[in-house]
């Protein structure tokens, strides 16, 4: 579903992601781990049109999207969680989840995805009149993953959605992803939260200072004793 | 449909009033000097209420409405002077001016396109040295264009603007950027000042969005600099400066960037002020940084924030006056009977 190849970015004179490939297939949960700074966030930037490639393939269902614009992007299917959540602070509940489906024209299909946004998650339609800068940390990651659900995505891509947020909130965020992937969407999660990741994926791959150091099924990872002692906590989070 | 009836119903009502009071005003019930300084507000309120599209809706800082009114006063005031320039002759009197304010309008929202395109790009300050600039860019152009008289300025224009139409500028412009704020369009406007990144992930394509935006804010300055021009008979490039920029600003901020009414109101106030305080003329720009100051430390939001004034809104700040108050009453038996 979606292909990234050799890709290379650089910010100014420095080369963050240094030729980096990887592959989504359709209904995967594919997870990306990696520390701070390893420009696991730059490839999710870059997949979905916020920074440009300087070398490399986006394929997205075998077309090239590398040159394409952000809203474009959004688009063809893929959308978006961004880092630190990014909801519209002055706005509604509602009216975050409303500009989420902003490409849609028709206003059942509207209606019908802010349905399916407050069957996920009760909380949002509980608080829907709400002001979202009032929303607790665990309430507006709700809200941005709700938001980009409202454009009925394929492909979702969730820049640490664990970020500041208590493990047990962290636990039904990613109940939540699981159930949004069972109804049919393609998720590449970014996580530093390396167990968590690793408990709910398919697939991961594992970034370290811009290049994919190791690649495998879940349980490859898992038993890599260098992915154990640098991402999992040693023995210890071998529970 | 009974929704749009009294919509037209209170558009009728509203130009209704203005044309009573421009009837006021003919009839020598309202003394000329007030007459005019009226007038002035007017102009001002549609040159506040667009540049709060871009400042206060998109979040996007410009300084250079000035040079959009200018635009905007020049381009009109050639059109009405030269019967036979630009439009054909056939067209005078007030019919030539009304064409021609609309053109000036036009040619403002042009030059507004051609600044915005590649300046929105730009973000925060920026921005506002772009704008800045190119509102003095313009500046310098009038005043070594001798066809429109250089510095000394454009003399000997017809008074074709009186206070109903300026009213009725105000009463169009007010009622199309508030139907543009409230569509989905305005929506993705807003979600752009809240958060541009954000709505760039939503979808939102943020530079279309932000030139739109700066071309209706331009067109309806532009409007304004030929009512500005055909009230007072002349135009000069030093009605032009950036301080018109920075006083339009001020109105917006005051108001609350964001609010509609807020500027409405702002722009009223603060023409009335700058009447009130001509003896003073010469610290004008020492209050207005006063009053800048100050709003930014007790109300950074400006006045009414990004809320409108509304019966709704009246109600309720009403509503929770009396329950704090009726709550102090109930304290004060409690604390009597102790």
Redesign the interface.
């Known amino acids: 579903m979606l292909k990234v190849e050799n890709l290379q970015v650089y910010y100014d004179a420095i080369h963050a992601i240094k030729g980096v490939s990887l592959e989504v297939s359709q209904g995967e949960i594919v997870t990306l781990i990696g520390a701070n700074g390893a420009g696991k966030t730059t490839i999710l930037r870059t997949i979905?049109g916020?920074e440009k490639a300087r070398e490399g393939k986006i394929e997205y269902l075998g077309r090239d999207i590398a040159s394409q614009?952000?809203?474009d992007i959004?688009?063809i299917g893929i959308?978006?969680v961004?880092e630190g959540r990014?909801?519209?602070?002055?706005?509604s509940v509602t009216?975050n989840l409303?500009?989420?489906a902003?490409?849609s024209k028709d206003r059942k299909a509207k209606a019908d995805s802010l349905k399916r946004v407050f069957e996920h998650f009760p909380r949002l339609y509980e608080r829907r009149t709400q002001i979202a800068g009032t929303l607790s940390g665990g309430e507006q990651q709700m809200l941005a993953m709700g938001?980009?659900l409202m454009?009925k995505p394929k492909l979702m891509m969730l820049d640490e959605p664990s970020m500041g947020l208590a493990p047990i909130l962290v636990r039904q965020i990613f109940s939540i992803i699981k159930e949004i992937h069972k109804e049919g969407t393609t998720i590449l999660l970014i996580e530093q939260n390396a167990n968590m990741a690793l408990s709910i994926a398919d697939r991961g791959y594992v970034l370290e200072t811009g290049k994919i150091v190791m690649q495998g099924s879940v349980q490859e990872l898992l038993a890599s004793e260098e992915i154990k002692n640098a991402y999992l906590g040693g023995e210890a989070a071998h529970s | 449909m009974a929704k749009r009836f009294s919509a037209l119903l209170q558009f009728a009502l509203v130009l209704a009033l203005g044309y009573a009071i421009q009837m006021a005003m003919d009839a020598g019930m309202i003394n000329r000097y007030y007459a005019h300084v009226m007038t002035v507000m007017a102009i001002f309120v549609v040159g506040a209420v667009s540049l709060n599209l871009i400042n206060g809706i998109c979040g996007q800082f410009s300084l250079g409405h000035a040079g959009f009114m200018a635009v905007g006063a020049y381009t009109a005031a050639i059109i009405t002077k030269n019967p036979d320039l630009i439009l054909p002759a056939i067209f005078t009197g007030n019919v030539r001016f009304i064409l021609a304010t609309l053109l000036g309008g036009m040619t403002a929202a042009f030059v507004g396109f051609l600044v915005g395109l590649p300046s929105l790009r730009l973000r925060g300050d920026y921005l506002a040295i772009v704008t800045l600039g190119f509102g003095e860019i313009i500046r310098i152009l009038l005043l070594n264009w001798d066809f429109v008289g250089g510095a000394s300025g454009y003399f000997g224009l017809v008074r074709h603007t009186n206070f109903f139409a300026a009213f009725l500028l105000s009463i169009i412009t007010i009622t199309i950027i508030r139907n543009f704020i409230q569509s989905?369009h305005g929506?993705?406007c807003?979600?752009i000042r809240?958060?541009e990144?954000?709505?760039?992930?939503?979808?939102?394509?943020?530079t279309r969005y932000k030139v739109i935006a700066f071309v209706i804010a331009s067109f309806f300055a532009g409007t304004a600099g030929s009512m500005m021009a055909h009230l007072t008979q002349m135009v000069t490039p030093a009605s032009f400066t950036f301080i018109l920029s920075i006083e339009l600003l001020l109105m917006v901020v005051l108001g609350g960037l964001g609010s509609i009414t807020g500027s409405i109101g702002a722009a009223i106030f603060l023409t009335y002020a700058a009447e009130a305080l001509r003896a003073f003329r010469a610290y004008r720009m020492i209050l207005y940084s006063l009053l800048l100051i100050l709003i930014m430390l007790f109300r950074p939001k400006g006045l009414l924030g990004?809320q409108e004034l509304s019966y709704g809104l009246l109600k309720e700040s009403f509503k929770s006056l009396r329950t704090r108050w009726q709550r102090k009453k109930n304290d004060d038996i409690t604390a009597a009977a102790e």
């Open positions: 979905s916020l614009q952000a809203h959004v688009k959308s978006q961004p990014r909801v519209f602070t002055n706005m009216e409303e500009l989420g902003y490409l938001r980009a454009s | 989905s929506r993705a807003v979600s809240e958060d990144i954000a709505a760039e992930t939503m979808g939102v394509p943020t990004t």
